[in-house]
């Protein structure tokens, strides 16, 4: 096991957290996750079975339906939240350092962006001190209230890309709803989920409110068509959403779906192409293109497409593909073999129906060993091609030629996805114009930007629901009206 894996300490890869407990699971059989740089072992955990899960759903049924959670005062509730996100605080350094031990995330990165996760978290206990879950409504005889109750058990189904992030915008609004839920990491990525559950056990969270579980997708389909669930919240790709949109659909359970994208960035005339190409590459390597909302289809005029390759294929030049605890590093490792696979797959049915390599797809000199891959640039797209409607996620760019702003819009709008997309421009009035009809959840200007404290989901396939801010504390919330004859004292 790599040295750097062992500055983690827990006790508990042997165990699931259930009922407040570490407990032993039903096998004995081990998931091994591996490092996409060195390519060898770095943690083993210990795999639930079905009858993991629904000890799992039981034990936050019973937290949910019996015990205090869902009917603590909203400051006690608070309270116990902030121990639980100051604990994860005391973690930080560990839930880095398992980023990038399970996928190559650059180390540097993966610091910057777990302080982030964090104070999401603490953004969302925030919002709950602010909301109102019981407002005063006017009706004709009597007194109305508009009552927001959490809607019960959350399986909580997370990817491999941003394991912390993505449960943090689930479990966080969950909570300060006053929901119990059952974490199920991927098993690619299930060590922050062990950081979370450890964090949460010396917080004094009553039994069952925090579950985990560490499974594979059968279980994981077990979860969801459990009748003891009440709401998933899943992030991952269409396929799998489909499969779980089915399921609560014939049982009528809430969902909420965060899946893939093909996100495209409109250059206008009046950009300067030099500024655009050098904040795309970058932001395309970040995650080694392993993000769902990657700006991955750029939409420039015909004029200037040629110009616009040029200073691409610079800057991409300028990346440097490297082991993630180099300082240096930029982009890491693909996060496996089967993902590195899926990406080459792509690259090679990107030339064979014509677009043009133009830059990169193979593997970098330097790196002998592990997951790594250039970024590939394509130019010649047209739209329709696979490259160009699938989500590759891995460092792959397309670059399509308009005729104009309306056709830019057009083909910005020809996709099955509507995640996030960008407009560069130095006019604001016209990035409002254009973000208004491209059909996508986020739209930012001159770059790729997402912000959790508004909102953060997709249009078409990309998703249902929203997660991030007010709207993400909601979708854990059921409404009821509340008719009585009189006010009572205390609402």
Known sequence: MNSRARTIENAHFDKAYIGGEWTNVSSDTQI?????????????????????ADRAVASAREAFDRGPWPFLKLQERTNILRKFAQNLRGRAMDLSVAWTEQIGMPHASATAVTQNALATLEGYI??????????????????????????????????????LSTMINKIGPALVAGCTVIMKPAP??????????????????PPGVINLIVADRKVSDALVQNPGIDKVSFTGSVAAGRRIASVCGDRIARVTLELGGKSAAIILDDYDLATAASVLAPSLCA?????????????????????????????FRRIRVGRPYDAQTQMGPLATQRQLGRVKNMIERGVNEGARLVFGGGR???????CYIEPALFADVESRMSIAQEEIFGPVMCVIASDGEDDAVRIANDSSFGLAGAVFTNDVERAYRLGRRIRTGTVSQNGLRVDFSIGFGGFKQSGLGREGGEVGLQS?????????TNAPNTP
């Open 32 to 52: 091994v996750v591996v490092s996409p740089d060195t390519e060898g072992a770095v943690f083993r955990v210990v795999e639930a079975g079905r009858e993991d």
């Open 188 to 205: 690619e990525t299930p060590i922050e989920a062990y950081i979370i559950a450890e964090a949460a056990d010396a917080a004094g969270f």
């Open 126 to 163: 925030d919002i709950g001190n602010q909301f109102e879950f019981v407002s005063p409504r006017s009706t004709k005889t009597g007194v109305g209230y508009l009552v927001r109750e959490p809607v019960g058990v959350v399986a909580a189904i997370t990817p491999w890309n941003v394991p």
């Open 364 to 370: 970098p000199q330097h790196l002998e060993n592990g």
């Open 287 to 315: 995650l080694s293109g392993q993000n769902c909302a990657a700006l991955t289809r750029v939409i420039v005029s015909n004029s200037r497409r040629d110009e616009l390759i040029d200073m691409l294929i610079d800057q």
């Open 476 to 484: 854990y919330l059921e409404s009821k009206t509340l008719l009585l």
